[in-house]
């Protein structure tokens, strides 16, 4: 444990992925889709762009510091946010200065700009929160713990995994699995990645998710992982939402690592009208409160479904399997 010889921070602060685009010569920027971003697993992954010959990638940033960090009685001034990319095999290191929201002071977003070049494989993002204290300005006074990967060549955003899974047999397995020995998958969201166990039980299991896209085994496939990332994304969200700690205001604050990440993922398509904060307030007083929140779950499962990718998977599957009847037709 380091000591430092100035206040600093207790909480720690977040940084997430908002975003990214690449940036080709003459060419308009590509923005790149929501599935090169793992929100649980925290990485983006830049091999997903369809132009080959991008040379630069913009990605935007969103960091949150506690707020004790903007309190007026704060023991320092004139605070600072950087997002901060370093990568030891090129020594790259490269900063961009966020700047506060107009509507939540603790949220601070921006942009960096990375050159292929700078990354030859993955970096860490990570946020740093600086400031004037005791009259030395540029103290580090916070920073972020679960920091990001951006990684240039992967075509798929994940860490180790996309997530924690486990396949096993739920009959054999511990107890509160062989009380759900007939469901395809449980899904567990009290670790610190979530994890899905896998039931090998069922016939078939393994080969529809293995089948890679080919034949019917494959459009059964997709569909089953489509609909397992939406179970997934709506068993976090309701984790999340469910372990929140409340400020000196009796406000919600939001969570640390994935949770937080899942949050302010998800909370744009459940509530659209409404910022972040506000809408984080509202989700927490129709949870608590006396109703509102059996009337806003049909939103909830939409972000869900829609961050698992379910409709364009349905539709893809659908276009695959009516290929399938004609070729077997003209056979």
Not at 152 to 178: I, K, N, Y
């Amino acid at each position: 444990m380091k000591v430092y010889p100035y206040p600093r921070l207790r909480a720690a602060a977040t940084v997430t992925v908002d975003g990214a685009s690449v940036l080709a010569p003459d060419a308009p920027r590509e923005p790149l889709a929501s599935s090169a971003r793992s929100i649980i697993d925290r990485v983006l992954a830049l091999g997903t762009a369809e132009t080959d010959d991008w040379d630069a990638a913009a990605l935007k940033i969103a960091a949150t510091v506690p707020e004790s960090a903007v309190r007026a009685d704060a023991p320092w001034r004139d605070l600072q946010v950087y997002a901060l990319l370093t990568e030891s095999a090129t020594n790259t290191r490269l900063t961009a200065r966020l700047a506060p929201t107009a509507d939540d002071p603790c949220r601070w977003t921006g942009e960096l700009r990375i050159a292929r070049a700078d990354i030859a494989d993955r970096g860490r993002l990570s946020a740093h929160v600086v400031a004037t204290v005791d009259g030395v300005p540029g103290r580090i006074i916070g920073e972020s713990e679960d920091d990001w990967f951006v990684d240039v060549t992967a075509d798929a955003p994940v860490r180790d995994r996309p997530f924690e899974t486990r396949r096993h047999s739920f009959a054999e397995g511990p107890s509160w699995l062989r009380q759900m020995k007939d469901a395809p998958w449980v899904i567990d969201p009290s670790g610190k990645l979530p994890t899905v166990h896998v039931n090998t039980d069922v016939e078939g299991m393994e080969t529809l998710l293995d089948a890679n896209g080919r034949g019917i085994e494959g459009a059964v496939g997709e569909l089953m992982a489509a609909q397992m990332a939406s179970d997934i994304w709506l068993a976090v969200f309701h984790a999340a939402i469910g372990d929140l700690e409340l400020d000196e205001r009796e406000r919600p604050v939001f969570p640390g690592g994935w949770r937080g990440s899942v949050l302010r993922e998800m909370l744009p398509d459940v509530l659209p009208d409404q910022p972040l904060e506000i809408a984080l307030r509202t989700l927490h007083e129709r949870r608590v409160g006396a109703g509102g929140w059996t009337d806003i779950q049909p939103r909830i499962h939409y972000a869900a479904s829609r961050k698992g990718g379910a409709g364009s998977t349905v539709v893809q599957a659908v276009r695959g399997l009516e290929r399938l009847r004609r070729e077997d037709d003209d056979a």
